[in-house]
Structure formats: C-alpha cells, structure tokens
C-alpha cells in the first residue's frame, strides 16, 4: 500500500468514525474501506497511538481525545472569527432597537451565546457568554433547532415529556422554516420577548443565530417585522463574510 492511499484510509477511518452514532467494530470499518481487516487493524494502532483513536474492544472503536481537542481548538477560532464578524451589526441591532443583541451558535442539544451588546435601558435583558440554553428554548435557540437536521430535532424532542408538547414544538419549527424567523415570549425569563433569525454558512447550512431581546413592556409584537428585518439585513452580510 502506497504511503498515499495509507493517508487517504486513515482519514476515512477518522470520517467513518465521526459520521457515525455509535462506536464501531473493525469489521464494519474494514468494510467501510474495503481493505483487509489485517490493514484496517494495523490503520487503527497507529492512530490509537497518536490519540486519534479509542478503542474500548475490538467492537467499539470511537474517536479519540487528540482529534476531539483539535475539533474544540477548530471551533474555537471559528467561534471568534464569527464574533469578530457580527460585533459592529450587534452594535447596530443595539443601536437601532435599543435592546439586547445576541450572537448564539449550537453546542450539542444547547444554544451557547458567544457575543452579545447589552441594551442601555437600567431593566434590560442580559446574555452572559457561554450561557446555555436548550434548543427548544427562546427564539435565539429555536431560530438554529428549525434548521438543523433531524437528528439533532429528534435528540431535542426525546427531552420532551409528552407527545402534545413534541407535536407543538414541531408546528413551530415547521413555521419559523417558513416564515425565516423566531418568536418567544417568557420562555427564559418571565417577561421577555425575544424575535431571532438564523445565520447560514456559505453553504447554506445553518450555522448560528441572531436575536434581538428586551423586556414586553417596550419590546412589542408589533415591532417584529420592523426588527427581523433588521436581523435579516445582519445576517445576510455575516454569510457573505464567512470564510
């Protein structure tokens, strides 16, 4: 085998791996590759060696902590590069609503808020960085959950309790993907309105959020249409400065 194609199959291994919901045996991985399961095992011991690969047996092989820290260090300085990107249209939002402005991307089942412009007003609402909130949660979170793929929206519905609750949450994603927008009222803290607008990669997958949040004595209903375009115009150009 030549040194390329030995390349090419550990970074198959590693994609296999990383596509996968489950640990995996040698076997399926060989025949994933389609080489011999003498190769795909002497594959797998140079890459355990290396950290990229855990093996618990031989039937459940999974990635390992040196790939994961790289991935975490990967989307880090996306992460950043992102914030740096959406700082002057948060400040904008800010400006123009006079309300809280709020840049969240997804951790696993949660929305994590990774830069946000406070509102000046003395009772206003505020968004810690790194604040978790789950995906079913206030608009900034539903306005990633409705675009996501379905097996991140089935993990999220399987925290849900009754069938009732599950059918709701999914007219309304079903509704945001229609109307490009999220609403929520109260549902993070007593009181607060919040619209939000998904923030697409170039290529087309959903990558973040941007929301506007504030109290519902000032932040009214009525001023949805004249705010989510606003987010909108935001998120666009964002899109267009991603690498």
Avoid at 75 to 80: F, N
Avoid at 100 to 119: A, F
Wanted: hydrophobic share 40%.
């Amino acid at each position: 085998m030549s040194h390329l194609q030995t390349v090419s199959n550990a970074l198959d291994i590693l994609t296999a791996l990383g596509k996968s919901d489950d640990y995996l045996s040698v076997e399926k991985i060989a025949e994933y590759l389609n080489v011999p399961e003498s190769t795909t095992y002497r594959l797998l011991q140079t890459l355990e060696a290396k950290g990229f690969v855990e093996r618990h047996s031989r039937n459940n092989i999974g990635l390992g902590s040196s790939l994961l820290s790289l991935s975490r260090n990967i989307h880090d300085k996306l992460d950043k590069e992102l914030a740096l990107i959406a700082n002057p249209w948060l400040e904008k939002i800010t400006e123009e609503s006079r309300e809280t402005s709020i840049l969240s991307i997804r951790t696993d089942i949660y929305s994590k808020c990774i830069k946000s412009v406070s509102s000046k007003y003395i009772i206003r609402f505020v968004a810690e960085n790194d604040r978790l909130l789950k995906l079913n949660v206030g608009a900034s979170s539903k306005a990633i959950l409705a675009f996501e793929n379905e097996r991140v929206i089935k993990t999220v519905l399987d925290t849900l309790s009754g069938e009732e609750e599950k059918e709701a949450l999914l007219r309304e994603i079903q509704e945001i993907r229609e109307n490009r927008y999220a609403v929520s009222s109260s549902e993070y803290d007593l009181g607060a309105v919040g619209f939000g607008v998904p923030v697409f990669n170039s290529l087309g997958q959903i990558y973040a959020s941007l929301a506007i949040v504030g109290p519902d004595t000032r932040l009214r209903i009525e001023d949805r249409d004249r705010f989510v375009e606003l987010l909108h115009e935001a998120s666009q150009d964002i899109t267009s400065k991603l690498s």
